[in-house]
């Protein structure tokens, strides 16, 4: 997910999308001696899915570094969908980190498994404070994404795609990278996520 400039993870998910008892049932294994290999393929599966989706999955805390505020009055933020949105810090004329007050600015979400991202836009008649020139990471913007805490929360086509992987990869032996793998599997799971990708982020900083 390391495609938007800035972003860090700051809490990374308690779980993964897919648990160990349906990664086996998928893979048709009775006991628990692969279970090391399968977790690995459920990592590597979920990576994959995030990465052609540039959506987040299982709830995390991430904050976005900025150079400064947009140019323009608002941006999207990255990883959708926002669970929850904590706040917007910066970095005053004097050096000192502030806390951008929540009337100042718009939070705007929307409702789906595939909506668009969020946006964080000015308030009506609002403007921008003004912040340090040339200060590394002006701007701190942290949010928590994700569909929710566990992977029941997952839309049902993301899992479907990523247990095609982990048996793709189960039976392999190796990791299924979508677009570098030419198999029924990687191209059915490819057509399950298509429709959940993101394809940009209106990042005008």
Not at 49 to 54: D, L, R, V, W, Y
Not at 122 to 139: C, D, E, M, N, S
Not at 194 to 201: L, Q, S, T
Request: a negative charge; one cysteine or more.
């Amino acid at each position: 997910m390391g495609a938007v400039a800035g972003l860090h993870l700051v809490a990374a998910p308690a779980v993964e999308p897919i648990t160990i008892e349906q990664a086996r049932a998928q893979c048709r294994v009775t006991s628990d001696d692969e279970d090391a290999l399968l977790l690995i393929y459920i990592a590597a599966a979920r990576s994959e899915a995030e990465s052609f989706t540039k959506r987040q999955l299982i709830n995390a805390t991430w904050a976005w570094k900025l150079p400064r505020f947009p140019r323009r009055s608002h941006v999207e933020l990255p990883l959708p969908p926002l669970q929850t949105f904590n706040s917007v810090k910066y970095i005053d004329l004097a050096g000192t980190e502030q806390t951008w007050a929540s009337t100042e600015y718009v939070v705007t979400s929307f409702a789906g498994e595939e909506a668009p991202p969020s946006i964080l836009e000015l308030a009506y008649g609002k403007v921008y404070p003004p912040i340090q020139p040339r200060a590394a990471g002006a701007v701190t913007v942290q949010f928590v994404a994700g569909y929710g805490a566990d992977g029941a929360a997952v839309p049902a086509k993301i899992k479907e795609a990523m247990l095609l992987l982990i048996a793709e990869s189960f039976s392999q032996r190796r990791p299924v990278v979508i677009g570098t793998i030419v198999s029924p599997a990687a191209q059915t799971a490819e057509s399950l996520l298509w429709p959940f990708r993101v394809e940009r982020w209106a990042e005008d900083c």
